[in-house]
C-alpha cells in the first residue's frame, strides 16, 4: 500500500520489462552510513522490492572498509554451491561518499574489476537529497554545506526520518537533475557518449563536484518491482 500522501514515481509498464528486471536475481547493498541504509530500506519497502537486501550499515565509513565486506558477500555467493542460499544471478553493490576518502578510486575501479558496481556522490549523499528541491544548488559544495541547502531547500535535516516518503514525489525531477549533472562533467571531460565502465575509469571522476551515481542505483531498483 502507498503511503498515505505519498505517490509511487516513475512505475512505468511492468508488461514490457525483460524478463532480466522480472528475476528473482537479489541485490545485496552496502551502505556506508545510517541515512543511506534507511533511504534504501524505505525505498525497498515503498515499492516491495522483497529481492535488495540493505545489509547492515556498522561495517565502517571508508570506502574501502564497506567494499571489503561486499567482497566478503560476493565471495560467499559464488562460493555456495551446496547450501543455496544464493544464486548465481545476485549481485553486490556499494553506496559511499566521496568526501576526502583516500584512495577512493582505487576502490572504483577494483568494483571494476570484480563485477561489484559502486554509486557514490559528491560531496556527500545529501547532493543526491537536494536534487529532489525545484531548482537544486549545481556549483561545488563540501559535505557540510550539502547538508545546509538541503535543510534550507527541503526543509528536512538529519536523522531525515521518512526521507524516502518525504521526498519521493520529486523523485522523476532528481533523475534528471542527476542524468543533467552527469553529462555536463562528461562533456567537460571530453568523453560525453562513453560507456559507463570507461567513465568510471577516469581519474578526473574522483574531482567531479559536484557529482552522483545514486540515480543508476534508484532505477535499477525500480526495475525490480
Not at 7 to 23: L, Q
Not at 40 to 46: A, L, Q
Not at 63 to 84: C, F, H, M, W
Amino acid at each position: 500500500m502507498t503511503r498515505k500522501g505519498t505517490t509511487r514515481p516513475g512505475r512505468g509498464d511492468r508488461k514490457g520489462r525483460s524478463a532480466a528486471h522480472r528475476s528473482l536475481a537479489r541485490l545485496f547493498l552496502f551502505c556506508e552510513g545510517a541515512t543511506e541504509e534507511s533511504y534504501f530500506d524505505d525505498m525497498k519497502e515503498f515499492f516491495r522490492v522483497h529481492n535488495l537486501k540493505v545489509c547492515p550499515g556498522d561495517i565502517g565509513k571508508e570506502p574501502s572498509q564497506i567494499y571489503a565486506a561486499a567482497v566478503n558477500r560476493l565471495k560467499a555467493i559464488r562460493n555456495d554451491t551446496e547450501g543455496r542460499r544464493y544464486t548465481s544471478e545476485d549481485a553486490v553493490a556499494c553506496v559511499f561518499d566521496r568526501d576526502e576518502h583516500a584512495k577512493f578510486q582505487d576502490v572504483v575501479n577494483q568494483g571494476l574489476r570484480d563485477g561489484i558496481r559502486c554509486f557514490w556522490s559528491t560531496p556527500c549523499f545529501e547532493f543526491w537529497i537536494l536534487l529532489h528541491s525545484d531548482r537544486p544548488l549545481m556549483r561545488s559544495m563540501t559535505s557540510h554545506e550539502a547538508e545546509r541547502e538541503v535543510e534550507k531547500r527541503l526543509g528536512v535535516s538529519k536523522p531525515y526520518l521518512n526521507l524516502y516518503g518525504r521526498i519521493s514525489a520529486q523523485q522523476d525531477a532528481a533523475l534528471r537533475h542527476a542524468e543533467n549533472v552527469r553529462s555536463s562533467h562528461s562533456q567537460d571531460a571530453g568523453c560525453a557518449g562513453e560507456s559507463e565502465t570507461t567513465i568510471r575509469r577516469i581519474a578526473a571522476i574522483q574531482e567531479w563536484n559536484p557529482y552522483t551515481s545514486i540515480d543508476c542505483l534508484v532505477r535499477d531498483v525500480q526495475a525490480r518491482q
